[in-house]
């Protein structure tokens, strides 16, 4: 796993990337020498060629991450890898249709789009198949050794056995509380915590993960002391839990543990920067995006009676109470006989052209005014109601914490998580803000931007 953006990507994934730019690059580069008349150094250096090309991988590769294909290196389908590597090969006509009315000097020789994207295909689909099965294999995995079995360790040990691109296996488990040779979530019991000398010398591994299921037990801190000191890996589940899975997670989560995180944010110069550029793309997006929303506001007036805008009393920093702004999606009076609740994934009370704008994200426009009033910014938790504040703030622990930060209109939960409308779902967005809010910086509010695109394209997590 290797850290970017303040998010962990596993190292298969990017070997995977770079492969690709190597192979998408070549596709066209040999797809140039196939045109008539056209010297490929003199094409390269003085007419543009590079950056031609590097367009069109540009494109190649973003289209593949929206549709999926580096959150699994593993071909589930041939027939669905096809589909999407025909898409891939659509958008790149568009783009180089595009390229020719508006920069004609960048786009690439008709011959060489043409059998670049014929070669683009079978070369990229039989890449695919070899990565996920051989590759993926050669590039071999961490062998963990876990200390104890709680409910993080468990989660991991089941992650990263469903997941073999993760880079990780589970060597077994050291447990009193099991007899050796049961298995614990998919890992065999190796024996107890007292043997975990002899079981590291004949297993070897890379990494001991700490997961102990009562903090009674004793753990062998010397003989774990002598291991980090020959140069193995010591860490916590609750770590290895938030690598893998992009959450903190408050299964076993202590306050001594925030209190004491030397990471942990938010700092007050990470949050001033992420107003003023908060504030700066708002300003810009407002302008740039008013036709359109003059041209939504129009289709809520036309399909619905009431008013255009709704205006909603929501939870922001430090627990200030601030009025929300939405195009309206709902029927007018939509609480006036069940009160306060959650909206459902299909709820009845929705406008035809209000399920669409929710689809879109584009309801969420107006609050580019609560991010220039400075009550929101970009990126952040989503601003929850003080109906559902005081009740969940009782119900789950850590979850006013939340409010340590502005609201945002994404965030890392919301292109992380599905739609979610019960305690359990708030908790696993909870375990995403809390991570957000760890991890507080221009990079990761630029990445989860990044990601909502994708999500708005695809109709994807939570709304």
Same mark, same amino acid.
């Given at each position: 796993?290797?850290?970017? @953006? ?18 998408? @690059?070549?596709? @066209? ?48 389908? /041939? ?27 960048? +786009? ?30 050669? !590039? ?23 997941? #073999? ?53 004793? +753990? ?45 944010? #938010? ?39 009431? #008013? ?16 929300? @702004? ?30 669409? !704008?929710? +689809? ?57 998580? /599905? ?18 809010? /760890? ?20 109709? /994807?997590?939570?709304?």
């Amino acid at each position: 796993m290797i850290r970017l @953006f303040r998010v962990f990507i596993p190292a298969t994934v990017l070997t995977l990337l770079a492969s690709e730019i190597v192979i998408v @690059f070549g596709c @066209f580069l040999l797809a140039i020498a196939q045109v008539p008349d056209i010297s490929v150094p003199i094409f390269l250096i003085y007419e543009n060629g590079l950056a031609s090309i590097a367009l069109v991988v540009t494109a190649v590769l973003l289209t593949l991450y929206y549709q999926d294909l580096y959150n699994d290196v593993h071909v589930a389908s /041939k027939y669905v890898l096809i589909q999407k590597l025909l898409l891939t090969i659509g958008i790149v006509f568009i783009f180089e249709s595009a390229i020719a009315y508006l920069t004609p000097e960048l +786009m690439l020789p008709r011959h060489a789009t043409f059998f670049g994207c014929l070669f683009l295909l079978p070369a990229l689909a039989l890449w695919r198949m070899l990565f996920s099965t051989l590759v993926v294999r050669a !590039l071999g995995t961490q062998a963990i050794l876990f200390l104890g079995s709680n409910a993080v360790a468990r989660e991991v040990i089941k992650k990263i056995s469903c997941n #073999p691109e993760l880079g990780f296996s589970a060597l077994g488990i050291l447990d009193d509380s099991h007899p050796v040779g049961e298995m614990v979530a998919g890992a065999p019991v190796l024996g107890p915590m007292s043997a975990i000398l002899d079981v590291t010398a004949s297993k070897r591994p890379d990494r001991i993960v700490v997961g102990m299921t009562e903090r009674r037990q004793a +753990m062998p801190v010397h003989e774990l002391l002598n291991l980090r000191f020959q140069g193995i890996r010591v860490e916590e589940a609750a770590v290895t839990y938030e690598s893998i899975f992009g959450r903190v997670s408050t299964t076993e989560l202590r306050p001594s543990q925030l209190i004491y995180s030397s990471d942990l944010g #938010p700092l007050p110069s990470s949050m001033r920067t992420q107003m003023i550029y908060s504030t700066a793309i708002a300003v810009i997006a407002f302008v740039v995006l008013l036709p359109l929303t003059l041209l939504v506001a129009l289709a809520v007036r036309l399909t619905s009676r009431g #008013p255009v805008l709704f205006r909603q009393r929501r939870v922001g920093l430090n627990g200030k109470i601030f009025t929300l @702004f939405k195009f309206r999606s709902m029927v007018v009076d939509a609480e006036a006989k069940t009160g306060a609740v959650w909206a459902q994934p299909d709820d009845p009370r929705v406008t035809p052209i209000g399920r669409f !704008l929710r +689809m879109s994200r584009l309801d969420e426009l107006p609050q580019l005014i609560n991010v220039l009033r400075g009550e929101m910014s970009l990126v952040g938790p989503r601003p929850e109601r003080p109906e559902f504040v005081d009740v969940l703030s009782q119900l789950i622990a850590f979850y006013p914490q939340r409010h340590s930060v502005r609201p945002g209109i994404t965030g890392w939960a919301q292109v992380n998580y /599905k739609y979610g409308n019960s305690t359990e779902d708030t908790v696993i967005k909870l375990e995403y803000d809390l991570y957000y809010i /760890k991890n507080l910086s221009v990079t990761l509010d630029f990445y989860i931007i990044f990601q909502t695109i994708k999500v708005m394209l695809f109709t /994807k997590s939570g709304h």
